[in-house]
């Protein structure tokens, strides 16, 4: 029965993803919007299907570690090494009081845990050629986690349940890898170019570089956010510098 469902729910993802880079869509998404332009798709069937209360069983029955968490509040993250017990594992029950509280509950890597992300996670590696990954976010009903902030890879956010509230700021350009030592600030953001509500189906895209904030509704909310880390021509030079150093001394000499 496991096998049927999970065939029937990777059959869904594979139609879902069509809907979004199949044909002249996908034309249209790599060259109009990836990497410039957030973009909306509405009413797609979610992924997965997975609730706040079922997110509470695996938080009980699995064992997470401090990497594994985060949990954050008004734009502040917690601090998770006071909920960890004698064996470094974090306690279900703190970090389950946290979001009861108010906090924003992400569990990371989450398609290392769940067949279904993983699933739809490959897709997307394929299609886009660039390593992905995927977190999940619950918050509570009223509440945000993170204030006004920019991601350094691409992120598709996947409404699953409950609704979110978002702001998305125009992107001034692609990000250094550099600029992630330096504090970001709302002066760093351009203009809103998108204000809108995610219900359950909708899919937002937003690109790396463009400043975004995002507040739950009046229901509880769980999303997955994929992550896309793409692979930059810089990073290739990396990798051209380094071979040239192996097969060259003067390279390896002080300036």
């Known amino acids: 029965r496991s096998r049927v469902l999970h065939k029937k729910m990777k059959q869904g993802i594979n ?8 044909g002249r869509v996908f034309s249209r998404f790599s060259e109009e919007l990836w990497e410039r332009s957030p973009a909306i798709w509405r009413e797609l069937d979610s992924p997965l299907q997975i609730s706040t209360d079922e997110i509470a069983e695996m938080l009980k029955f699995q064992i997470w570690r401090q990497d594994d968490l985060r949990l954050a509040i008004d ?6 090494s006071k909920m960890l017990d004698a064996r ?3 306690q279900p029950s703190d970090a389950l009081r946290a979001f009861k509280e108010g906090s924003t509950l992400i569990l990371r890597n989450f398609d290392r845990r769940h067949s279904s992300a993983r699933d739809i996670c490959d897709k997307i590696e394929t299609l886009l050629g660039h390593a992905v990954m995927a977190n999940l976010y619950a918050t509570p009903r009223a509440s945000q986690g993170f204030s006004l902030h920019q991601d350094f890879h691409d992120v598709f956010v996947w409404q699953l349940s409950g609704s ?5 700021h125009s ?3 692609l990000p250094s890898s550099v600029s992630k030592t330096y504090p970001q600030t709302v002066l760093d953001a351009g203009p809103i170019v998108l204000e809108t509500e995610l219900t359950s189906g909708d899919v937002l895209y937003i690109p790396r570089g463009c400043h975004h904030a995002a507040a739950a509704g009046d229901r509880e909310s769980v999303h997955l956010t994929i992550g896309v880390h793409t692979t930059k021509w810089i990073d290739l030079l990396h990798v051209l510098l380094e ?13």
């Open 15 to 22: 139609e879902n993803l069509a809907k979004i880079f199949g």
């Open 75 to 80: 734009g502040e993250e917690i601090d998770l």
């Open 88 to 90: 470094g594992f974090i």
């Open 164 to 168: 979110k509230l978002w702001k998305v």
């Open 171 to 173: 992107q001034k350009s």
């Open 243 to 255: 071979q040239l150093e192996v097969g060259n001394e003067v390279l390896r000499r002080s300036l």
